[in-house]
């Protein structure tokens, strides 16, 4: 089974137009994150991801309860799906594997977003980051690397869940391996504001003229 999703085009796809996978935090779900890029300049086909766990009202990809298997374990199955769905869905939507593909994630689906990058450099052109955290079992391993994939990290400097200390570690490690990352502080919480979503629609915007 793959994730369902919804997802929307412009009216003219090529090779050359990018793709945006957006990836929601627990408890919400795929229409959480459709609006940030709506009045973006550029034109994106935006598939919109939806876990299928049930979690409070929403969903979730995974529960964060690493007991019967380690997080490594959990979210590399999760990863897989996700790899799965997108092969299903870009062959349903007629979609191709030579467009550019970029990531937005937010809280769970930030961990998602950066793990599939690290996972699977060579898919990721570009990944945005929103309050979230770098896996630990990363730190520990000598194999990573994130090839040309450019990041965009944000964070609330007063996010209760995961603190301003969390996002800075994950800088330090994706500017260790990565050959860019763009790192962000907002004065907020564990949310998104409005000059956050004007900074990514930049980046992103920035990202797609290359192409």
Do not use: W
Request: glycine share 6%; hydrophobic share 35%.
């Amino acid at each position: 089974m793959i994730y369902q999703y919804n997802i929307s085009k412009p009216e003219a796809v090529t090779d050359e137009t990018p793709i945006l996978i957006t990836l929601h935090g627990m408890g919400t779900d795929d229409h959480d994150l459709a609006g940030i890029v709506s009045e973006s300049p550029a034109q994106f086909v935006q598939i919109n991801i939806r876990g299928d766990l049930r979690f409070s009202s929403g969903y979730t990809y995974y529960l964060p309860d690493f007991s019967g298997q380690s997080e490594q374990e959990v979210i590399t199955k999760v990863l897989r799906k996700i790899k799965d769905s997108l092969s299903d869905i870009y062959e349903k939507e007629n979609l191709s594997a030579k467009q550019p593909v970029f990531f937005l994630g937010f809280s769970q689906g930030a961990i998602l977003s950066l793990s599939y990058s690290l996972f699977y450099p060579d898919c990721v052109t570009g990944a945005v980051i929103l309050s979230g955290r770098l896996p630990e079992f990363f730190k520990q391993s000598d194999g990573v690397r994130a090839g040309k994939t450019s990041f965009f990290v944000a964070h609330g400097q007063y996010d209760p869940l995961f603190s301003i200390k969390i996002a800075r570690d994950t800088r330090r490690y994706l500017q260790q391996h990565a050959c860019n990352t763009s790192y962000h502080e907002y004065p907020s919480a564990h949310g998104v504001i409005p000059q956050e979503v004007a900074d990514i629609r930049t980046f992103l915007h920035r990202l797609n003229n290359r192409f």
